[in-house]
Every structure is written in C-alpha cells, then in structure tokens.
C-alpha cells in the first residue's frame, strides 16, 4: 500500500502558524502512519523530503524499512550559498519564491504541466515555505551518521551535486 501525505503547511494540509524544521514535518509523517496502522514504511523523499526522510529514520529507525531519495541531498549546501538562496525569499517571499520555481521548471517542455505545478508550489504561504527552507537549512540536521537501512537514490543530472554525490551517500 502507497500513501501520499501533504507535509504540514503544504498542499491540503493545515497551514499553522509555527517551525516548519524537519523534526516537525518527521513526527508528522508518524503521526499519519500511526492514524493508518502502519508499523514499519520504506519512505520515499522527493528533494526536500529527503531529509525528512532521513529526519524520521533518526526519530524512529525500528519504523523505517528504507529510504528511496529523489533529487534530494544528505549534505548541505554551503552555508554561503544557502544563506544567499534564503536572502531574496526573506525579502519578498511571493515574488522569489516564483522566480525560484520558474528556474526550476526549465527543463519541463509541456507548458500546461509547467503552469499547474508552478501554480501548486506558489500557493504554499509565505510562512510555511520561509520556515521550512529555513529548517532545511539547520545544520543540527545534516550530520555524517550512519544511515542502516537500505536505500535508494534516483537523482537526475544536475550541475548541484557534487561529483563525488555517489561517494558520499555509500559512505554513510
């Protein structure tokens, strides 16, 4: 059985007032397996879920069967350069926040596909997107400990991962 959850703050979800760090969004993915009895999951993390994923294996590692990463990251970028992303976001949310959408649905050729999903990830509320890039961000949750269960990384070419991504994620 595959279930799809809208993380806190994103798609149908309540939207509160509140940190949107990675140890919120991985007790809430505990929370909607326990309401649906589910013991143990493979967790599949597209981009940032990828260290929510990681996140919740460190919460609850006897609950966690594996981990398949999608376009997502088990390092950080560099301090400077998340820190330079966040800048814009801070000072006009609605307006870099699309421009960092747009940037990011390049390669997408189908125009109306494009539109929809800019138009879903646009609609996320200045508060929650702000706070959980910020939560990515928080370099309490990029540590090098080992991850025990298997895992999966399917990463399409990018000039963002470093060349030695593969490396990295078999060393931990």
């Known amino acids: 059985r595959a279930i799809a959850l809208d993380l806190p703050g994103h798609g149908r979800s309540d939207k509160p007032k509140t940190d949107y760090t990675m140890d919120y969004f991985a007790k809430a993915v505990d929370a909607v397996m326990r309401d649906a009895k589910v013991g143990k ?11 929510v994923a990681r996140q919740f294996y460190r919460l609850f590692p006897k609950k966690t069967l594996g981990i398949v990463i999608v376009d997502g990251s088990l390092r950080p970028a560099p301090k400077e350069q998340m820190d330079q992303f966040l800048a814009p976001l801070r000072a006009n949310y609605k307006e870099n926040a699309a421009k960092f959408v747009d940037g990011m649905l390049q390669p997408v050729r189908d125009e109306k596909i494009k539109q929809e999903i800019r138009s879903a990830m646009v609609a996320t509320p200045d508060h929650v997107g702000l706070s959980a890039m910020e939560g990515m961000a928080d370099e309490k949750i990029w540590t090098n400990d080992k991850i025990n269960v298997p895992v999966l990384a399917i990463m399409a070419e990018s000039p963002w991962w470093a060349s030695d991504t593969d490396t990295f994620f078999a060393s931990i």
């Not at 999951?41 to 260290?51: E, F, I, K, N, R």
């Open 41 to 51: 999951a493979v967790l599949v993390g597209h981009s940032m879920g990828t260290p």
